[in-house]
């Protein structure tokens, strides 16, 4: 059975920080792309950021120069460090895992990220 459980999500103010992780099960974590996404209220979910197996890393143009996306194939667990957090980055974010043969993926719960004063 595939799990995808996220944590480190919460309330923070502009300008601070959170580090959000996934850690996977079910899965032979090191050849899935690992994913980041994010749903704000009325929006459609989006990418933020995805890290290949083999480190090659893509980040949404809104995020670059802010967050920060990186595996640990040891732990099966994927991290976002999110830094310079803005209200519009308010939002539930969702670990993704694909396998690239096929594409077939997978889905965490998602984690509440609220960025407020």
């Known amino acids: 059975q595939v799990q995808l459980v996220e944590s480190g999500g919460g309330l923070v103010q502009p300008g601070g920080s959170l580090r959000l992780s996934c850690a996977a099960s079910?899965?032979?974590?090191?050849?899935?792309?690992m994913g980041w996404y994010r749903q704000a209220p009325g929006k459609q979910r989006e990418l933020v950021a995805d890290?290949?197996?083999?480190?090659?890393?893509n980040y949404a143009d809104s995020v670059k120069g802010r967050f920060t996306i990186s595996r640990d194939n040891d732990k099966n667990t994927v991290y976002l460090q999110m830094n310079s957090l803005k209200p519009e980055d308010t939002a539930v974010y969702y670990c993704?895992?694909?396998?690239?043969?096929?594409?077939?993926?997978?889905w965490g719960q998602g984690t509440q990220v609220t960025v407020s004063s």
């Open positions: 993704n895992a694909v396998r690239p043969r096929d594409s077939r993926d997978y």
């Open positions: 079910g899965i032979i974590f090191s050849i899935y792309v």
């Open positions: 890290i290949t197996s083999g480190g090659r890393i």
